[in-house]
């Protein structure tokens, strides 16, 4: 290990003033000397009282995050020494308030999650050495809720492995005291730190920013920190979840109900947030027998699967599970089966291969049971599913059908395409929206390219004609039949406005996200010198969306900052006005022209040329 790793930023260790430091002693050539003194450090640095402490164990967390497998510092009585001081600072509060080692408890529980998040070896030894206890103290908050927030990762590290979740699990409220933090991590970071920012405590202000403060920072790394502290509780909840013993202490209505909300905002990529813990509780059927029967998360679920988002599988999952459940199947299907027909037709979505045949053969199990599944299935969910199986029965027949034939069928619905185009510029928006289903059932179905803009061009009816949901699911089956799906940007930006119509202002605005990277990432020669390739309007939009998902809004909103939702529109106007953003949705085909089936890679070009 390098000593130097040990070092806080912008310190060396060379011209120490005092030999035998800590420091110091990492540089020892002798290993035998090196390894008694660093022995010697872990045992007695607990019970000194001298100032200065917080600089090595500020150092021992740079080494912990730098090389989390190195063994050294756990073999020599590391996880005994942090789990010793996180006690002393909790019951010496004078010792805590000298100098700097307010510092210590926190940097103490980082190290112990940070050496027991890879290695279960590790994690072991941390329980043995006693740290469970104090972590747990601090999990209470005792402290303050940044402390809450290394010990709960640190926890959820440990309950992560078989031979060590049981030693947390024996804590019968760390569940309990998880659930409540999971609920209420976001109100504590904004009535503790965020709100007043006069009030904040120069420690807090000091760990988020390391250094590098100012208001701003400040409060974004509050966010980013009130997201991880959500997501590390729902990691530790997550842990019981596969337990079947705790699914009823998770499993309760007031619970379940917020879990779709907690996405864990924008800031934490490779967190399940709450939609993951959902998958894990829909595994079991006790878990799917809770979830089945909470009023609005199956509608939430449907809302996740149709958007562009990395957890967009994760939704799937959900439904796939709770309609192949024979004693849930009646309680979702009429809302799980549409939307996995409009997903039916996706390939591969993230590690998922293959995923649009494993929906269409629960759809077909949902169709074909006998019985009361089938009389309980309303007449229009059951006309999408079998309208979906047809289309399956179609394609097979079109492998076996003459190439001539074939063109004759796509030019045909090409005919009719265009004049369901020619209806749309003169203003007959229901005629047009006809003509592309019309054309959509004599479309050959292995002509991909064509369909999608088929279904995009009929959202885009459907939005005209203030149909959100019909235009959703055309965008959607759109989306789904790229080879990359969630990347048709016409289709990204329909979708974007239909789920802004019905006030999904998450789904909207990850559809909004994506469909700017698509224009950001234009390889168009005419673009290459403009500043900016974005839609004014797109940006408009985004702006709007993430004041809506603001991570504090519901928090600000109950303490009196914000009196209304108005006060995160303030600069976007509403649908049905005269908007740069609104307007643009019905210029982006060019002058009343309808999209044709060559210019989809080229959209996002001339969208730019048009409106930059």
Not at 239 to 247: G, I, N, R, S, T
Not at 406 to 429: P, R, T
Not at 580 to 593: K, L, M, P, V, Y
Request: aromatic fraction near 8%; charged fraction near 25%; hydrophobic fraction near 40%.
């Amino acid at each position: 290990m390098n000593s130097d790793n040990l070092l806080p930023k912008g310190k060396t260790s060379t011209g120490c003033p005092y030999p035998g430091c800590f420091f110091c002693v990492m540089k020892e050539e002798n290993p035998s000397k090196r390894k008694s003194s660093i022995l010697k450090f872990f045992r007695d640095l607990p019970f000194q009282d001298d100032d200065g402490q917080a600089l090595p164990i500020s150092g021992l967390w740079n080494s912990a995050m730098a090389h989390p497998n190195d063994p050294e510092f756990i073999n020599l009585g590391i996880f005994e020494c942090m789990a010793t001081l996180i006690t002393k600072g909790l019951k010496n509060r004078r010792w805590l308030a000298s100098d700097q080692n307010i510092y210590i408890p926190y940097y103490a529980a980082h190290i112990i999650g940070s050496y027991t998040m890879n290695m279960e070896e590790f994690a072991e030894r941390a329980v043995q050495a006693g740290v469970i206890p104090p972590l747990l103290e601090l999990l209470r908050g005792r402290l303050t809720w940044v402390e809450q927030r290394v010990a709960v990762r640190a926890l959820g590290h440990l309950a992560t492995y078989p031979n060590t979740f049981s030693a947390v699990a024996s804590h019968e409220e760390v569940l309990e005291l998880s659930i409540q933090l999971a609920i209420s991590s976001l109100e504590i970071v904004y009535t503790h730190f965020y709100q007043f920012a006069d009030r904040r405590p120069s420690y807090h202000c000091d760990l988020l920013t390391r250094g590098m403060g100012g208001l701003e920072m400040e409060s974004k790394k509050a966010e980013e920190w009130a997201s991880q502290l959500q997501c590390w509780s729902l990691q530790l909840i997550n842990c019981f979840a596969f337990k079947p013993e705790f699914l009823a202490d998770i499993c309760k209505p007031e619970f379940l109900a917020k879990l779709p909300e907690m996405w864990g905002g924008l800031v934490n990529e490779n967190s399940p947030a709450g939609i993951g813990l959902l998958r894990t509780i829909c595994q079991s059927k006790i878990g799917r027998r809770h979830v089945g029967s909470c009023p609005g998360i199956v509608e939430s679920l449907c809302n996740i699967a149709r958007s562009s988002d990395d957890w967009q599988y994760m939704a799937i999952d959900c439904l796939l599970w709770l309609l192949q459940d024979a004693n849930m199947r009646s309680k979702v299907m009429d809302k799980a089966v549409p939307t996995l027909t409009d997903l039916a037709e996706i390939s591969v979505l993230g590690d998922h291969k293959k995923l649009g045949e494993t929906i269409i053969r629960v759809l077909r199990e949902c169709v074909e049971s006998p019985g009361i599944t089938r009389n309980i299935m309303n007449n229009h969910t059951k006309e999408q599913a079998q309208e979906l199986l047809k289309s399956r029965e179609r394609l097979k027949l079109e492998k076996n059908m003459p190439k001539d034939d074939l063109h004759i069928k796509q030019a045909a619905a090409l005919v009719v395409k265009l004049e369901g185009n020619s209806l749309f510029s003169s203003g007959n928006i229901a005629g047009a929206a006809s003509k592309y289903t019309e054309a959509l059932s004599l479309c050959p179905m292995r002509s991909k390219n064509e369909r999608v803009v088929l279904y995009s061009n009929r959202a885009q009816c459907h939005l005209l004609l203030q149909h959100p949901l019909a235009a959703i699911s055309d965008s959607t089956r759109a989306l789904c039949l790229q080879n990359l799906p969630n990347r048709h940007a016409k289709s990204l930006w329909r979708r974007a406005q239909a789920h802004d119509m019905l006030g999904l202002s998450k789904e909207s605005l990850f559809d909004v996200i994506l469909f700017i990277n698509e224009c950001s990432q234009s390889n168009d020669p005419d673009l290459s010198q403009r500043q900016n390739k974005v839609p004014d309007y797109a940006e408009k939009l985004l702006k709007k969306q993430m004041r809506a998902s603001w991570l504090f809004k519901e928090a600000a909103l109950k303490h009196g900052a914000l009196h209304c939702k108005g006060d995160f529109e303030d600069s976007v106007v509403h649908e049905g006005d005269d908007s740069e953003w609104e307007t643009a949705s019905g210029s982006d085909f060019g002058n009343g022209r309808m999209e044709e089936e060559d210019d989809d890679d080229n959209y996002c070009n001339e969208v730019c040329q048009k409106l930059v």
